[in-house]
C-alpha cells in the first residue's frame, strides 16, 4: 500500500514572506505525522527561499516518521545530507528564477557524476531518489546510477487542460512506473497532485510513495481559518471589560 509523504515546504513559503517565526514548518511536520504522513519532505534550495538550515536540523531531531530531503547534486548539498542523515534524499534540478522545480533532473548523459555523488550519501546509509520525468530515457539512466528510488514527475499530468490530454500523461506515467520497476527501482510519484486528480491513482499497483506538499498547505489555509479567526476574537473580544 502506498503512503503519503507531506512536503512543508510552503509553510516555510509562508513565514519568509515576513522573515517573521511563524508559520512553523517543523509544527507543521508534526501535525502532519499526527494526522497520517508516513514522511516528511522538505526541499533546502540553493538560495534558502523557504526551508532554512535550521529547519532541517530541528527537524531531523523531532521527524518521527521519515525524513526526506530534496536537494541538488552539489558538494555543498552532499556535505549537508550527510551531517543531517535523512532517511532518502531525492537529487532534483534547481534553478534560481524557477517559482517550483519545473521539470525532472535530466540523468541522461550525466550517469557517472550522479552515481560518484550517491556514493558517499548511500554509503552513510541514505537512500536515494532521483526527481524524472516519465520518459523512457530517464528511467533506463536512473537504473545505471545506483539510486534504489525514482520519483516520477507528475507535473505534467496535473497540468493537462483536457480529459484526452491528462489521460494521455497518466498512461504515460503507467508506463514509466512498469519500466522503473523492471528495472529494479522503486517508484515514487509527486508535484501538483491534489485532492482531485490524485483519484484515479487509486487503481494503480506499484507505487511506494505520493509527494504532496502545495495543495495540503493550501487547504489547511482556507479550513483552518475557522478556528484560528474564532481564537483571535474570542482574545479580542475578552479585551473589552
Keep these: 500500500m502506498p503512503h503519503l509523504a507531506v512536503n512543508v515546504d510552503h509553510v516555510a513559503t509562508i513565514r519568509q514572506a515576513r522573515l517573521a517565526a511563524e508559520p512553523d514548518p517543523v509544527t507543521a511536520a508534526a501535525l502532519a505525522e499526527i494526522s497520517g504522513a508516513a514522511a516528511i519532505i522538505v526541499h533546502l534550495r540553493e538560495d534558502r527561499r523557504h526551508i532554512q538550515d535550521r ?16 536537494m541538488a547534486a552539489t558538494q555543498e548539498m ?30 541522461a548523459g550525466q550517469e557517472g557524476a550522479l552515481a560518484a555523488f550517491i556514493v558517499p550519501l548511500a554509503a552513510a546509509g541514505i537512500e536515494v531518489s532521483l526527481f524524472i520525468d516519465p ?4 528511467i533506463a539512466a536512473a537504473a545505471k546510477t545506483g539510486a534504489g528510488y525514482v520519483e516520477l514527475h507528475t507535473g505534467s499530468y496535473a497540468e493537462a487542460k483536457t480529459p484526452t490530454a ?5 498512461d504515460r506515467l503507467l508506463a514509466a512506473l512498469d519500466q522503473a520497476r523492471g528495472l529494479g527501482l522503486r517508484v515514487n510519484m ?14 494503480v ?9 502545495h495543495a495540503i498547505v493550501a487547504r489547511a489555509v482556507i479550513t483552518g481559518f475557522t478556528e ?11 479585551f473589552v471589560s
Design 205 to 213: 499497483p506499484g507505487v511506494n510513495e505520493y509527494s504532496i506538499g
Design 135 to 138: 520518459d523512457p530515457a530517464q
Design 78 to 107: 552532499g556535505g549537508i545530507a550527510r551531517c543531517i542523515a535523512p532517511e532518502m534524499v531525492c537529487l532534483v534540478p534547481e534553478k534560481r528564477r524557477e517559482l517550483t522545480t519545473e521539470g525532472g533532473l535530466d540523468v
Design 228 to 238: 484560528a479567526v474564532s481564537r483571535m476574537a474570542d482574545i479580542v473580544s475578552g
Design 190 to 203: 509527486g508535484h501538483g497532485l491534489d485532492y482531485v486528480n490524485i483519484l484515479p491513482f487509486a487503481r
Design 166 to 170: 491528462r489521460q494521455i500523461e497518466f
Design 55 to 70: 529547519d532541517v536540523e530541528i527537524l531531523r531531531r523531532t521527524v518521527k516518521t521519515r525524513l526526506h530531503l530534496e
